[in-house]
Nanobody, 115 residues
Framework: QVQLVESGGDLVQAGGSLRLSCGASGIMFSLNTMAWYRQAPGKQRELVASITSYDHTNYLDSVKGRFTISRDNAKSTVYLQMNSLKSEDTAVYYC?????????WGQGTQVTVSS
């Protein structure tokens, strides 16, 4: 059974930092492209950052220079370090695993940035 479990969401003031974690089980973690998506109220889910099995990363333009995605294959965990948080970063953040088009999702973790 595949499980992606996110943690680290919290209420933080603008300008603050958070680190999200997503632990995976039931998949060959090192082979998957891992990603973080987010969904704000009334908006579509959007891709925030992704990291391939070769550690190639990709970021949403609005988070470039502020967010960093990384992975630890030995721990089957992907991280999202979020710095200089803004109110517009407020959303539920979801972990995603993708291998050859087969996607798995976590349950989400709430990030709220107060201005």
């Amino acid at each position: 059974q595949v499980q992606l479990v996110e943690s680290g969401g919290d209420l933080v003031q603008a300008g603050g930092s958070l680190r999200l974690s997503c632990g995976a089980s039931g998949i060959m973690f090192s082979l998957n492209t891992m990603a973080w998506y987010r969904q704000a109220p009334g908006k579509q889910r959007e891709l925030v950052a992704s990291i391939t099995s070769y550690d190639h990363t990709n970021y949403l333009d609005s988070v470039k220079g502020r967010f960093t995605i990384s992975r630890d294959n030995a721990k089957s965990t992907v991280y999202l370090q979020m710095n200089s948080l803004k109110s517009e970063d407020t959303a539920v953040y979801y972990c995603n695993a993708n291998l050859f088009g087969v996607h798995y999702w976590g349950q989400g973790t709430q990030v709220t940035v107060s201005s």
